[in-house]
């Protein structure tokens, strides 16, 4: 069985506990304004361009057979609309600046990637984490890798943003040891506005996971603009006391990384504009939880 995968990133420490393997997988059913892998939401391949290390030597421009690179100004742009992922200027750029985003993977070959580093994992409590894009969007492929990596012994982590069928989190619970669950925006307008759906499913899979015993870790992105404010702070404090036993909470501030990754696969970055955050606003966000008795982190 083959995923759509665009990176096995190995040595991660922000993924879950101890060293960890995250395998990021292609295809996402949101496409939050503020994420920092844009190049994750498509459900395909794409070709990502490197503007600032081009070389201009424009052998791209020479080997396209539909004429995708085009030069003015002396500049190189990338006519997205025309690109068929040929291939063939990613085999001829000298500076690596051009490459395809996106592969189908082998989930033995995923696995067996992994499992080189399982002494660092058993040493320090790390594992496989899957992520993305979003997981569940790819279900059959997300679940024989959880079922290989439990065969194996490692210990089995889950990335998901929450929305998707609750069978298929059913499916799945007992094979995965922790969910990083992300809570994006309280106001139900508001997260359709900015993610593209609603969050009536999403609370009602984090409300079934934790009600059939899942270790939850809620990650919560604070972008200033869009759900720094008292409405989802609040939300937030609800969620904490209406789930007691969730492993802690992680607030995890805006940065502008998707910004560059955005244009170099051709989307449009909104948040270009948007301030960063500063110790300010941590300090803030940190003494607004500070009375709760779970465990809330800065991320």
Same mark, same amino acid.
């Given at each position: 069985?083959?995923?759509?995968?665009? $990176?096995?990133?190995?040595?991660?420490?922000?993924?879950?506990?101890?060293?960890?393997?995250?395998?990021?997988?292609?295809?996402?059913?949101?496409?939050?304004?503020?994420?920092?892998?844009?190049? *994750?939401?498509?459900?395909?391949?794409?070709?990502?361009? !490197?503007?600032?290390?081009?070389?201009?030597?424009?052998?791209?421009?020479?080997?396209?057979?539909? !004429?995708?690179?085009?030069?003015?100004?002396?500049?190189?742009?990338?006519?997205?609309?025309?690109?068929?992922?040929?291939?063939?200027?990613?085999?001829?750029?000298?500076?690596? &600046?051009?490459?395809?985003?996106?592969?189908?993977?082998?989930?033995?070959?995923?696995?067996? %990637?992994?499992?080189? $580093?399982?002494?660092?994992?058993?040493?320090?409590?790390?594992?496989?984490?899957?992520?993305?894009?979003?997981?569940?969007?790819?279900?059959?492929?997300?679940?024989?890798?959880?079922?290989?990596?439990?065969?194996?012994?490692?210990?089995?982590?889950?990335?998901?943003?929450?929305?998707?069928?609750?069978?298929?989190?059913?499916?799945?619970?007992?094979?995965?040891?922790?969910? =990083?669950? $992300?809570?994006?925006?309280?106001?139900?307008? =508001?997260?359709?506005?900015?993610?593209?759906?609603?969050?009536?499913?999403? =609370?009602?899979?984090?409300?079934?996971?934790?009600? !059939?015993? /899942?270790?939850? &870790?809620?990650?919560?992105? =604070?972008?200033?603009?869009?759900?720094?404010?008292? $409405?989802?702070?609040?939300?937030?404090?609800?969620?904490?006391?209406?789930?007691?036993?969730?492993? *802690?909470?992680?607030?995890?501030?805006?940065?502008?990384?998707?910004?560059?990754? /955005?244009?170099?696969?051709?989307? %449009?970055?909104?948040?270009?504009?948007?301030?960063?955050?500063?110790?300010?606003?941590?300090?803030?966000?940190? *003494?607004?939880?500070?009375?709760?008795?779970?465990?809330?982190?800065?991320?």
């Amino acid at each position: 069985m083959t995923g759509l995968t665009f $990176d096995i990133h190995r040595f991660s420490l922000n993924d879950g506990p101890g060293i960890r393997t995250t395998v990021f997988l292609k295809g996402c059913y949101l496409n939050c304004e503020w994420c920092h892998n844009p190049e *994750s939401q498509s459900f395909k391949p794409q070709l990502s361009f !490197n503007s600032e290390k081009c070389l201009h030597c424009f052998e791209c421009v020479k080997a396209c057979p539909n !004429n995708a690179h085009k030069i003015k100004d002396e500049k190189h742009f990338v006519d997205w609309n025309s690109c068929d992922l040929a291939g063939k200027c990613v085999e001829v750029c000298p500076s690596g &600046v051009l490459k395809i985003i996106g592969a189908n993977t082998d989930f033995e070959f995923i696995i067996s %990637e992994v499992m080189k $580093d399982k002494k660092y994992y058993d040493k320090t409590g790390g594992g496989i984490t899957i992520s993305g894009g979003e997981p569940i969007a790819q279900f059959e492929f997300t679940k024989e890798l959880l079922v290989e990596a439990k065969k194996n012994g490692l210990h089995t982590v889950l990335d998901t943003c929450g929305y998707g069928e609750k069978s298929h989190y059913e499916e799945i619970l007992s094979y995965v040891e922790l969910f =990083l669950f $992300d809570y994006k925006l309280t106001d139900e307008k =508001l997260h359709k506005e900015f993610t593209g759906v609603t969050n009536n499913e999403i =609370l009602a899979n984090l409300d079934f996971l934790y009600n !059939n015993g /899942a270790s939850i &870790v809620l990650r919560c992105p =604070l972008i200033p603009g869009i759900n720094d404010n008292e $409405d989802h702070l609040k939300g937030i404090k609800e969620i904490i006391r209406k789930y007691p036993a969730l492993k *802690s909470v992680e607030i995890m501030p805006y940065h502008n990384m998707g910004r560059d990754k /955005a244009s170099r696969v051709g989307m %449009e970055y909104k948040l270009s504009e948007t301030k960063k955050v500063d110790d300010s606003d941590k300090q803030r966000w940190m *003494s607004y939880f500070s009375e709760e008795q779970l465990n809330v982190i800065l991320n």
